[in-house]
C-alpha cells in the first residue's frame, strides 16, 4: 500500500471540506484557466474513462473533450452508442418557456420539482437544474456551430421552439421532437461524440470492476475499470489519469415489469460497481414506477409517455368510469407515484385482466397520430387504435432516483470516481422524478464533472494523486495480469451454454421477487424474504462470474448486487414517502409511518 505524497496530502486536506467527498472543491467561483492536457501520444493512460453513451455520458464526454481538451474513452455495452436507455425517452426535456404569458422561471420549476419530490429533494441540486439547465440545452443540443448536436426540436408555426405541458409541471416548458425525443436527441449527441478527434468510442464492452488502491488512511482512489467484450470474451483492463465517469444508468431493468429495454442496460451496473469499489449509494429504495405502461400479457411493458396525459388522455377502469380524481385533486397529472398507486390499486380490484385502462380518443385523430407517431405505430402492429381504443396499462419499473451518492459536481467518496444521470444521487429527485427532468439531468451533472476536471486545482488534484498510484508499476501489472488470466484458467467455453442458461433463470427469478415484494407497494415482511432470497441469488451469481464471464453472468451478478442494495434500503427505511410506500403488518396494516402512501407532497414548497 502506498501513501500519499508530501504535496498531494498537502492539497486534499486544503480541499476536503467535506468527509463524503474528499476532493469537494474550496469555492464556486469559476476559473479562467484551464487544465490543458499532454498530446494523446506521451500517455496513454492520460485519459478521462466515460462509461456509457446516453445523455450523461455524453455530456461529459464531449464537454471534456471540447471545452477543457481531456482525450475520453467511452465505454458502452451495446454495439452502438445509441444503444443505451436515454434512445427510449418519449416525452421531451425540459427547457425554459420564455414566453411571458406562461409565468415559467426557474423559481417555479424548482418548486414542481421538490412538490414532485416529496419534500427530500437535496436544495442546492435542484436549484442547479433550474439554474444552468437552459444554457446546457443551448450549449450541448441547440448547437448550429458543429462542435455539439444540433436536434430538430418540434417549433411552431413562427419558428420558436414547441413547449409542451407534462403533468405535475405548472408552465409547457418541455421541448420534444414528437414521441421520440430521446431518439432524436442520442442520435445527434452520440454522431457528436463519434466525430470528435478527443473522444474514442468503445462498443460490445462491459465493466465488469473498477481498479481501486487504498492509501494509507484508508481512502479508496479509483485508476480505471476492467473490461470484458461482450461477443468475444477478450478480457482488458484500462487505466485513467483523469477519472472514471459511472454514467451506465439505473436498475428498472431488474423488475419483471419495466419501462427499460431488454438486455443489459438497466441491469444496475453503476450500482454494482461502485458497491463492489466501495463507493457510497444512497435513495435506492426511490425506484419509480411509471403509472402507464402498455400492458399486453407475455410481452415486455412498452411505455406509453407522461405526455398523453398532458395532453389530455384519462385514466378509465374496465367499465369506462375515470377514477384519477378518487386519489387526487389533480387526478391524471398528479406526482407519477401518486398515479401509479393508483392505477396499481385500482388493478387489484379484479382478479383477473386488467381493470384500467388510458382514453385518449376524445382528441382528433390525425393530430393524435402526428404527435405520437411511435406509439400510435407500435399500437397497430397489436391491433390497436390510439384514436379508438382504450388502452391497457399496468404501472411498471422506469426510474431509479437513487444510486451512486455524489456531490454537486458528479464527485463521489473514492478519488477519480465520479458519476452523473440515473446512475447517480445527486438529491435533484428526492423520493420521486418529476417527469422529463432526467435528459436535462444528464446534460447539467455529465457536463458539470467535465468542468470540475477541467479546472487545474480540482482536475490536476485528481490527476497527481492517481498518477502516484499508477507510477506503482507493480501493482498496477499485478492487478492487470490478475484480471486477464483468468481467461485461461477458467476456460470453459465448451460448457459456457451452461452457464448463460443458468444465468438467465435466474435473472428472471431476480425480477419476480423484485416485482412481488419490492415493488410499487412494499411489507417489511416482502422484504426481509426479498433480501434473503437475493443474497442467495448473489452468492451463486459470483461463483457464475468465477467460473465464465460473459454478458449474461456480468448481468445477473450486476442485476444481484443492486437488487439487494434497494431491498435493504427499502427495509431500512419504514417511513413512506415520495415512490417509496411501505405497508406495516399487524394491527396497524392498513398503515404507514408518516401518513398514508397515497400522500400528496403537501410536506413541501
Wanted: proline share 3%.
Amino acid at each position: 500500500m502506498l501513501a500519499l505524497s508530501h504535496v498531494a496530502k498537502r492539497l486534499l486536506r486544503k480541499e476536503r471540506l467535506d468527509v463524503t467527498f474528499p476532493l469537494q472543491k474550496l469555492a464556486t467561483r469559476e476559473t479562467s484557466g484551464r487544465f490543458m492536457s499532454t498530446h494523446l501520444g506521451y500517455d496513454a493512460n492520460d485519459r478521462l474513462i466515460v462509461i456509457g453513451s446516453g445523455v450523461a455520458g455524453c455530456s461529459a464526454a464531449l464537454t471534456a473533450a471540447e471545452q477543457h481538451k481531456i482525450p475520453v474513452t467511452l465505454l458502452c455495452a451495446g454495439s452502438l452508442p445509441t444503444d443505451c436507455n436515454s434512445f427510449w425517452a418519449q416525452g421531451g426535456i425540459i427547457y425554459r418557456n420564455y414566453d411571458p404569458t406562461t409565468n415559467d422561471s426557474a423559481a417555479s420549476l424548482v418548486a414542481d420539482v421538490k412538490r414532485a419530490g416529496a419534500g427530500l429533494c437535496d436544495e442546492g441540486a435542484v436549484w442547479k437544474l433550474a439554474l444552468e439547465g437552459p444554457q446546457r440545452v443551448r450549449q450541448l443540443l441547440l448547437d448550429d456551430q458543429g462542435k455539439y448536436a444540433n436536434v430538430p426540436f418540434d417549433r411552431t408555426s413562427s419558428g420558436a421552439l414547441s413547449c409542451c405541458l407534462e403533468a405535475s409541471h405548472a408552465a409547457p416548458r418541455i421541448i420534444h421532437f414528437a414521441d421520440h425525443t430521446g431518439k432524436a436527441i442520442t442520435e445527434h449527441i452520440t454522431a457528436a461524440a463519434l466525430n470528435h478527434p478527443l473522444i474514442t468510442v468503445v462498443t460490445d464492452t462491459l465493466v465488469t470492476d473498477l481498479i481501486t488502491r487504498e492509501t494509507d488512511d484508508k481512502q479508496k482512489v479509483c485508476l480505471g475499470v476492467h473490461t470484458i467484450h461482450k461477443n468475444t470474451g477478450q478480457r482488458q483492463s484500462l487505466l485513467s489519469l483523469r477519472g472514471t465517469v459511472l454514467a451506465s444508468g439505473g436498475l428498472g431493468g431488474i423488475y419483471e415489469h419495466s419501462t427499460n429495454p431488454a438486455g443489459f442496460n438497466a441491469l444496475g451496473s453503476s450500482t454494482a460497481l461502485a458497491t463492489r469499489a466501495g463507493a457510497h449509494t444512497s435513495d435506492l429504495e426511490y425506484v419509480q414506477f411509471h403509472p402507464t405502461a402498455l400492458y399486453i400479457p407475455n410481452e415486455s411493458c412498452f411505455l406509453l409517455t407522461e405526455a398523453l396525459r398532458g395532453e389530455g388522455a384519462v385514466l378509465r377502469d374496465r367499465h369506462g368510469r375515470a377514477f384519477a380524481k378518487d386519489f387526487h385533486p389533480d387526478g391524471e397529472l398528479a406526482p407519477r407515484d401518486i398515479v401509479a398507486r393508483g392505477v396499481f390499486n385500482e388493478n387489484q380490484k379484479v382478479d383477473e385482466g386488467n381493470n384500467v385502462f388510458l382514453d385518449i380518443t376524445h382528441r382528433d385523430a390525425d393530430w393524435l397520430r402526428g404527435r405520437f407517431p411511435s406509439i400510435d405505430a407500435h399500437l397497430k402492429k397489436r391491433g390497436l387504435d390510439i384514436t379508438k381504443d382504450h388502452l391497457p396499462i399496468t404501472p411498471a419499473a422506469h426510474y431509479t432516483c437513487g444510486g451512486v451518492t455524489t456531490d454537486l459536481e458528479g464527485c463521489t467518496n473514492v478519488i477519480g470516481l465520479f458519476s452523473a444521470g440515473e446512475a447517480a444521487r445527486t438529491g435533484l429527485h428526492g423520493g420521486n422524478r418529476l417527469a422529463s427532468t432526467s435528459l436535462l439531468e444528464g446534460l447539467v451533472f455529465g457536463g458539470s464533472i467535465a468542468d470540475y476536471l477541467g479546472r487545474p486545482e480540482q482536475g490536476g488534484l485528481v490527476r497527481e494523486i492517481i498518477r502516484e498510484y499508477l507510477n506503482d508499476t507493480e501493482y498496477a501489472t499485478e492487478k492487470i495480469n490478475e484480471w486477464r488470466s483468468k481467461t485461461k484458467s477458467k476456460d470453459i467455453r465448451n460448457g459456457s451454454g451452461i452457464y448463460k442458461e443458468r444465468a438467465s433463470e435466474m435473472l428472471k427469478k431476480l425480477k419476480r421477487i423484485m416485482w412481488d415484494h419490492v415493488g410499487v407497494v412494499r411489507t417489511p415482511i416482502g422484504l426481509t424474504h426479498a433480501a434473503n432470497e437475493i443474497a442467495e441469488i448473489k452468492e451463486e451469481a459470483c461463483d457464475l462470474f468465477e467460473k465464465y464471464a460473459c454478458a449474461e453472468t456480468v448481468g445477473i451478478r450486476d442485476a444481484s448486487f443492486a437488487g439487494e442494495a434497494v431491498a435493504q434500503a427499502a427495509l431500512t427505511n419504514r417511513v413512506s414517502a415520495g415512490a417509496h410506500c411501505i405497508v406495516l403488518e399487524g394491527p396497524d396494516s392498513d398503515k404507514v409511518e408518516e401518513g398514508l402512501c397515497s400522500s400528496d407532497e403537501s410536506s413541501d414548497v
